[in-house]
Nanobody, 124 residues
């Protein structure tokens, strides 16, 4: 059974940084994309960043240059380094895995696997 457990969320002021972690357990096909999506109250899910099995990364335009996705295969852990946070980044952030690029999937359907989420709150 696949489990994804996020951690690292919190409250920061605009301009600050946070690092999210996602510990994965269970079998996830090596070909799956891993990534992060977010959802703010009353808003649709948004893909944030995705990394594929070859390590290629893609980002939503609104986080490019500020967020960095990475993974440690030995630790089965996915990370999201978030710098220069903005108030509009406030949302619940979810780790997810899917056979398709998450950035294009989450607007249309739920990913195959996702965690419970970790709250990120950015204040002005």
């Amino acid at each position: 059974q696949v489990q994804l457990a996020e951690s690292g969320g919190g409250s920061v002021q605009a301009g600050g940084s946070l690092r999210l972690s996602c510990a994965a357990s269970g079998y996830i096909y090596s070909s799956y994309y891993m990534g992060w999506f977010r959802q703010a109250p009353g808003k649709a899910r948004e893909g944030v960043a995705t990394i594929d099995s070859d390590g290629s990364k893609s980002y939503a335009d609104f986080v490019k240059g500020r967020f960095t996705i990475s993974k440690d295969n030995a630790k089965n852990t996915l990370y999201l380094q978030m710098n220069r946070l903005k108030v509009e980044d406030t949302a619940m952030y979810y780790c997810a895995a899917d056979p398709t690029d998450l950035n294009s999937v989450v607007a249309h359907r739920s990913p195959y696997y996702w965690g419970q989420g970790t709250q990120v709150t950015v204040s002005s």
